[in-house]
């Protein structure tokens, strides 16, 4: 049996339910084969409330990472956590030259509960390098106002005018995760592709045990997008799959919820709304 094939650009983290981590186990659950191209390694401090460590490592032992995966013939690639413009201009690079159409940007800007954007410069990396090779992009409601340059949408209405502002710097489709700070009574995510919007709802989970959901929603549509979905089925099964996941987070620790990437697969999918509005 043949598998397709899913690389990841990102960051390890070490706590096993974001980064490399998330998208490995989501690969795995959607019958891919995974590969991964690591950029930086998080570490916590559990003497000093979890606090993030983030070590970057050298990029050229990024860009032999990526040579690696994309000889053996790659069916879709996603980034995650890129540290510095010089790692997002590599990784930009690399899927240029590598002319996959299948290409998921998570442009991940802070973790959960750190409130600083990595690196300011790496705003206009992203738009710069990755967001005109993106099939879709899968920002939340923070990261999409960064990268259109934008207030931080708080509504669905705001969510709309942030899309159509972001489709319009280059990738073929945008979806926004509403999350928790989105003013509405479901969970909710925006999918346009150009033309329509989609909203995609589910009931909200009352938990602070989601910790990865967002890197785990992208590594689902990568997979399905390499398992040969169109992008809008593959956005509603990565919300099924995640809605699922962050319904069975649970606690690792005093600091820190995972969600349980397996959730779907074990326990079946969730009701998911499918609005254009
Ligand atoms: O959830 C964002 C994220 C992405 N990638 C890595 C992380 C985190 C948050 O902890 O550690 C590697």
Same mark, same amino acid.
């Given at each position: 049996?043949?598998?397709?094939?899913?690389?990841?650009?990102?960051?390890?983290?070490?706590?096993?339910? +974001?980064? *490399?981590?998330?998208? !490995?186990? /989501?690969?795995?659950?959607?019958?891919?084969? #995974? $590969?991964?191209?690591?950029?930086? @390694?998080?570490?916590?401090?559990?003497?000093?409330?979890?606090?993030?460590?983030?070590?970057?490592?050298?990029?050229?032992?990024?860009? +032999?990472? *990526?040579?690696?995966? !994309?000889? /053996?013939?790659?069916?879709?690639?996603?980034? #995650? $956590?890129?540290?510095?413009?010089? @790692?997002?201009?590599?990784?930009?690079?690399?899927?240029?030259?590598?002319?996959?159409?299948?290409?998921?940007?998570?442009?991940?800007?802070?973790?959960?509960?750190?409130?600083?954007?990595?690196?300011?410069?790496?705003?206009?990396?992203?738009?710069?390098?990755?967001?005109?090779?993106?099939?879709?992009?899968?920002?939340?409601?923070?990261?999409?106002?960064?990268?259109?340059?934008?207030?931080?949408?708080?509504?669905?209405?705001?969510?709309?005018?942030?899309?159509?502002?972001?489709?319009?710097?280059?990738?073929?489709?945008?979806?926004?995760?509403?999350?928790?700070?989105?003013?509405?009574?479901?969970?909710?995510?925006?999918?346009?592709?150009?033309?329509?919007?989609?909203?995609?709802?589910?009931?909200?989970?009352?938990?602070?045990?989601?910790?990865?959901?967002?890197?785990?929603?992208?590594?689902?549509?990568?997979?399905?997008?390499?398992?040969?979905?169109?992008?809008?089925?593959?956005?509603?099964?990565?919300?099924?799959?995640?809605?699922?996941?962050?319904?069975?987070?649970?606690?690792?620790?005093?600091?820190?919820?995972?969600?349980?990437?397996?959730?779907?697969?074990?326990?079946?999918?969730?009701?998911?709304?499918?609005?254009?509005?």
């Amino acid at each position: 049996m043949k598998l397709k094939k899913t690389l990841t650009i990102a960051g390890s983290d070490t706590s096993g339910g +974001a980064g *490399i981590q998330a998208d !490995l186990k /989501t690969f795995q659950e959607h019958g891919t084969y #995974g $590969m991964t191209a690591l950029t930086v @390694v998080v570490t916590m401090d559990p003497d000093n409330n979890w606090s993030h460590n983030v070590y970057s490592l050298p990029v050229d032992i990024l860009k +032999a990472q *990526i040579k690696t995966a !994309l000889s /053996t013939g790659i069916d879709a690639i996603k980034t #995650g $956590m890129l540290s510095t413009e010089e @790692v997002i201009q590599t990784a930009g690079e690399a899927i240029a030259e590598s002319g996959l159409d299948h290409v998921v940007i998570d442009p991940v800007m802070v973790c959960k509960g750190e409130d600083e954007v990595l690196n300011p410069g790496t705003v206009d990396a992203m738009v710069t390098y990755l967001l005109p090779k993106a099939e879709i992009i899968t920002p939340n409601l923070f990261e999409a106002g960064q990268l259109a340059g934008m207030k931080t949408p708080s509504t669905i209405e705001q969510m709309k005018t942030v899309a159509e502002k972001l489709h319009s710097l280059g990738p073929r489709n945008v979806v926004i995760k509403g999350g928790k700070q989105l003013q509405h009574d479901k969970a909710a995510d925006l999918f346009y592709d150009g033309k329509t919007f989609t909203l995609l709802e589910a009931e909200k989970t009352d938990t602070h045990y989601n910790h990865g959901a967002g890197c785990t929603f992208a590594a689902s549509i990568t997979a399905n997008l390499a398992n040969g979905m169109d992008v809008k089925e593959a956005v509603v099964e990565a919300k099924e799959f995640v809605t699922a996941a962050i319904a069975h987070g649970w606690r690792l620790n005093e600091y820190v919820g995972p969600v349980m990437h397996g959730a779907k697969t074990k326990f079946g999918a969730p009701e998911i709304t499918i609005t254009e509005v």
